[in-house]
């Protein structure tokens, strides 16, 4: 079945706490994401990456690191969780040679205390 | 600067009550402006892509229309299964760059 899995689903941490949120495809699609979603703020892009090794920020990178290792994973790294980070997170894909139809995971919720 | 605004931002529909949802939308050089169904505790899931103005696409009850400022997502004789958050999105600068309005909660009551 073709799908994009995060780990953990629920994290609750404290600041200054290092945590990776994984997420994994197996569509083989070069495109993947990450957001957040906040209340009121819909959803917003953090990092992108193109293909392996290829990544760029969106328009809400800072507190975050993304690394693009290999295809399938495209893991967020936060190395200082602080409060304001907490939010529901998706990681999404894109299959290859498309710009539109976007894949999303099923989200992580992520409370820093 | 590029910016996507959906409104009504919630709406409570009886059964078999038609009505749009809106998604206005400012960017230079539209590339494309796409829709999306949130369920609670889930991810988007994609409905459909819109190119150009006057261009429509059909699914089921929903029908998505495209002008040069907005878009609708009409929902005709909704069932309380089209209940979810509707979400759309416009590519921003850069190829893969994506943005997104903050979604109609639709409720749809039997």
């Known amino acids: 079945e073709a799908q994009v899995t995060q780990n953990p689903r629920y994290l609750i941490t404290v600041t200054g706490k290092k945590l990776t949120v994984t997420c994994s495809q197996n569509?083989?699609?070069?495109?993947m994401s990450w957001y957040r979603q906040d209340p009121g703020l819909g959803l917003r892009q953090i990092y992108y990456?193109?293909?392996?090794?290829?990544?760029d920020k969106g328009d809400v990178p800072e507190g975050y690191k993304v690394s693009r290792k290999e295809k399938r994973n495209f893991p967020l790294i936060l190395e200082s969780p602080s409060p304001n980070q907490t939010s529901l997170y998706f990681c999404?894909?894109?299959?290859?040679?498309?710009?539109?139809?976007?894949?999303f995971g099923p989200g992580t919720r992520l409370t820093v205390l | 600067e590029d910016q996507v605004t959906q409104s009504p931002e919630a709406l409570r529909l009886q059964e078999g009550e038609s009505s749009s949802l809106n998604c206005s939308y400012t960017?230079?050089?539209?590339?494309?402006l796409f829709w999306y169904r949130q369920d609670p505790g889930k991810g988007p899931e994609f409905l459909f892509t819109?190119?150009?103005a006057g261009e429509e696409k059909e699914k089921e009850r929903l029908k998505a229309t495209l002008t040069k400022k907005e878009s609708f997502l009409h929902i005709t004789a909704p069932k309380p299964e089209d209940s979810a958050t509707y979400l759309c999105?416009?590519?921003?600068?850069?190829?893969?760059?994506?943005?997104f309005g903050t979604g109609t909660r639709l409720k749809v009551l039997a």
């Open positions: 960017v230079s050089g539209l590339r494309g």
């Open positions: 999404a894909t894109i299959p290859q040679g498309s710009t539109d139809t976007q894949y």
């Open positions: 999105a416009v590519p921003g600068s850069g190829t893969y760059k994506y943005i």
């Open positions: 819109l190119y150009s």
């Open positions: 990456s193109m293909n392996v090794e290829v990544t």
């Open positions: 569509m083989n699609h070069e495109y």
